[in-house]
Each structure stands twice: as structure tokens, then as C-alpha cells.
Nanobody, 117 residues
């Protein structure tokens, strides 16, 4: 089994920064991709950032995704936060558990980010 555990969420005022982390653990042969999604109240889940170059237009220039392959961890540095960034942020990963299996998609349980004006 594979688990994704997010951390780093919290409350911050507009203009502030937060750094989210997501660590993958369990039976991992290789990680094909890791990224971040978010879901605001009453809205659909949306992509925030994946790999190193794919960002939602609304976060370009403010958020940066990075990975530490040795730690099976992905980060999301969020700067210049806005109230509209308020959402539950979910980690997403496509992971192979062995050399003879296809990659499966996994989700973390989410971490809440609240930005006040």
C-alpha cells in the first residue's frame, strides 16, 4: 500500500506565505509524477501545479512546486497568498509499486489553507 501525507496547511493573512509538504510512503518502486490540487467550498477540485512547469494560471508567479526524490516528497511554496487561494489542498501522485505493475494514482487526505483579507 502507498500513503500520501500532507502537512503545512494553516491560516495566514493575505500577502503571506505557506509551504506545503507531501511525503509518499509504503511500497514504492518509482514515482512517475507528483502534484497538487485544491478544492474550494462549493467548487470542483482543480489542478494547482504538477511536475515543475505546469501551473494553474491563477497561481503562476506566486506558487512553486518542487520535489525531493530521495525523500519521495513534493513541496508547494505559496507566496503572495490571496483570499481566493483558500481551499483544501490535496497531494496527488502516480506511483508504481513494483517493476511489473502499472502506475496507480493516489491522493492524500488534504490540508486546509485559509487566507484572510
Amino acid at each position: 500500500q502507498v500513503q500520501l501525507v500532507e502537512s503545512g496547511g494553516g491560516s495566514v493573512q493575505a500577502g503571506g506565505s505557506l509551504r506545503l509538504s507531501c511525503a509518499a510512503s509504503g511500497r514504492i518502486f518509482s514515482i512517475n509524477a507528483m502534484g497538487w490540487f485544491r478544492q474550494a467550498p462549493g467548487k470542483q477540485r482543480e489542478l494547482v501545479a504538477s511536475d515543475s512547469t505546469n501551473y494553474a494560471d491563477s497561481v503562476k508567479g506566486r506558487f512553486t512546486i518542487s520535489r525531493d526524490n530521495a525523500k519521495n516528497t513534493v513541496y508547494l511554496q505559496m507566496n503572495s497568498l490571496k483570499p481566493e487561494d483558500t481551499a483544501v489542498y490535496y497531494c496527488n501522485a502516480r506511483i508504481r509499486s513494483s517493476s511489473n505493475t502499472y502506475a496507480m494514482e493516489y491522493w492524500g487526505k488534504g490540508t486546509l489553507v485559509t487566507v484572510s483579507s
